[in-house]
């Protein structure tokens, strides 16, 4: 079994549009839109030699947003900077940025669709 377990993830969307630019937004990065299996979709970048997952936006009839599901956690260089993106953006703060000693920085924030999503660098 792979050290590297999970490998592709999915975050729940009412509004397909408002979550791309949120998410585009926050993270600097360009989605790409397409349908799977008749649910619309939005693909986060993916690098093949690259370390970690990627992931989509979801929108369809089993796709149901909210704060009580899986807490998916971005690697990002500094929390601090892209929580106050996040924020701009329009989310709420969760839980501020905080140490965890081992681990870095940790934070947060309610996104466009009422998901709790988190942030995790070694920056604050």
Do not use: H
Request: hydrophobic share 50%; proline share 6%.
């Amino acid at each position: 079994m792979p050290i590297n377990l999970v490998n592709y993830f999915e975050i729940p969307v009412r509004d397909l549009d408002r979550a791309v630019a949120f998410y585009e937004k926050v993270f600097a990065i360009e989605l790409q839109r397409t349908r799977i299996d008749g649910n619309e979709m939005a693909l986060f970048p993916w690098q093949d030699d690259a370390p970690g997952a990627s992931g989509a936006l979801a929108k369809g009839d089993s796709y149901m947003p909210g704060r009580a599901g899986a807490r998916i956690y971005f690697g990002v260089e500094s929390v601090e900077a892209t929580l106050a993106v996040a924020v701009a953006a329009g989310a709420s703060v969760l839980y501020p940025v905080t140490a965890v000693p081992g681990a870095g920085w940790v934070a947060e924030f309610l996104d466009s669709e009422g998901n709790c999503i988190a942030l995790q660098g070694s920056a604050r």
